[in-house]
């Protein structure tokens, strides 16, 4: 119940955000990174944008066990990756937005709660394989 549940958050997170990339390019920027985009730039976003809808939609949960723990495991090394990411970009650049460091927050929280629901089941499935012993 709790991998699916976080799996589900994590998901909508990435699909909601995707959309705001499409619809809301500059103002996305603005809040993040403290600047508007110039030239292609608005074109990478909205692609990124579409990639995370994209991975949103494939992560969500399903009935098929293993699937559902792919997705997990999908999730957690891109939110591991984007907090990276948005720490550097935050300490080693001057694109610093209002929304920045609440952004490392978000991706540092899914990251630990994705990290913690792959641990609850191991845990669990090691439980269940020394019982039916």
Do not use: Y
């Not at 998901?11 to 403290?34: D, H, K, M, Y």
């Not at 990251?111 to 669990?124: D, G, H, M, N, T």
Request: proline fraction near 2%; charge should be positive; hydrophobic fraction near 60%.
């Amino acid at each position: 119940m709790w991998r699916r549940a976080t799996l589900m958050i994590a998901a909508w997170v990435e699909i909601l955000v995707g959309v705001s990339f499409v619809l809301a390019t500059n103002g996305q920027s603005q809040f993040v990174f403290g600047t508007t985009l110039d030239g292609a730039g608005a074109g990478f976003a909205r692609l990124a944008g579409i990639g995370l809808i994209s991975l949103g939609i494939a992560c969500l949960p399903s009935d098929h066990f293993e699937t559902n723990r792919r997705a997990v495991r999908t999730l957690l090394v891109f939110n591991i990756a984007a907090t990276i990411l948005f720490a550097w970009i935050g300490v080693g650049t001057t694109f610093r937005g209002v929304m920045l460091w609440p952004v490392v927050i978000l991706h540092a929280v899914l990251a630990i709660a994705l990290a913690f629901s792959l641990s609850k089941e191991s845990f669990a499935l090691k439980h269940s394989a020394a019982r039916a012993l």
